[in-house]
């Protein structure tokens, strides 16, 4: 798994390379608002795009690997407690009694926490049950309101709201994963739609590949930390004494008022 995904990269491209057509039936009616919003899978394979997702990822932990350890790794962006009981035992339309006469319970996939603020659509989450260290991962399918939402899958434990259950979200620190999107769909753009054009190269890729240079410039010279990453110590001194953290200070005459990446023409 890439910093970014396929559905990031989908976003980003612009409808120069997307389609209408439906995937499954020449008749099947398409909704008004997919047109131009859903990419061609004839033209651009998801292979294509995970290819360039690794190339993208590649160029940050290139760039990156000077002050931080890499590859990075997820971790915990944002808490919220369970508000209601998932999968309580003798609640099925049974009586709760299979054959043998212990209790079971349905599985679901509606969770209800305190509030789902700054949740969304494909977000990773991690359900910790802080009393019997019961752990369970899931993918959010839809948000249904501000204190619910949807998985992909049926949750297959019982956790109970007494046992404290916090619902964590797990994810790429940022802004990695909008990065590794901008500089992957950049290159994609170039390649199918600029190579037909002159100059040979789209300003819609360069707009991107500017963007995520600007953020990457930004850790490189301290603007932005990186949440739960492994800095790289100072040849004298702990990196974690510094509140701004940037690039090593070598003393080979290395320029270090001049941090940016290089932006090759």
């Not at 054959?99 to 079971?104: A, E, K, Y």
């Not at 007494?162 to 769909?185: T, Y």
Request: glycine residues 6%.
């Amino acid at each position: 798994m890439g910093y970014s995904n396929t559905l990031e990269c989908d976003l980003i491209l612009a409808q120069a390379l997307t389609s209408a057509t439906p995937e499954t039936s020449s008749t099947q009616k398409v909704k008004l608002i997919n047109i131009g919003n859903t990419r061609d899978l004839n033209r651009i394979p998801d292979t294509t795009v995970n290819y360039y997702i690794e190339l993208a990822d590649s160029e940050i932990d290139g760039v990156l690997n000077q002050m931080y350890f890499t590859p990075f790794s997820k971790c915990a962006h944002g808490e919220w407690l369970l508000d209601e009981d998932l999968n309580p035992t003798g609640l099925t339309d049974s009586g709760g009694i299979d054959t043998s006469g212990n209790p079971i319970s349905t599985p679901t996939k509606t969770i209800v926490v305190d509030s789902s603020c700054n949740l969304l659509p494909g977000d990773e989450i991690l359900l910790h049950d802080d009393l019997t260290g019961l752990e369970e991962h899931q993918i959010i399918a839809s948000i249904v309101d501000q204190n619910t939402f949807t998985t992909e899958d049926y949750i297959e434990g019982t956790f109970s709201v007494e046992n404290n259950v916090r619902v964590i979200r797990i994810r790429f620190p940022p802004p990695l994963n909008q990065i590794s999107a901008r500089i992957a769909a950049s290159f994609i753009y170039d390649k199918y739609f600029a190579a037909q054009a002159n100059p040979n190269m789209s300003e819609y890729g360069k707009e991107m590949r500017k963007i995520a240079d600007g953020q990457l410039n930004d850790i490189l010279n301290g603007k932005t930390l990186i949440d739960c990453a492994r800095r790289r110590g100072d040849f004298f001194g702990n990196p974690y004494l510094n509140s701004s953290y940037t690039h090593q200070k070598p003393y080979d005459g290395y320029n270090t008022s001049d941090r940016d990446k290089s932006n090759p023409k």
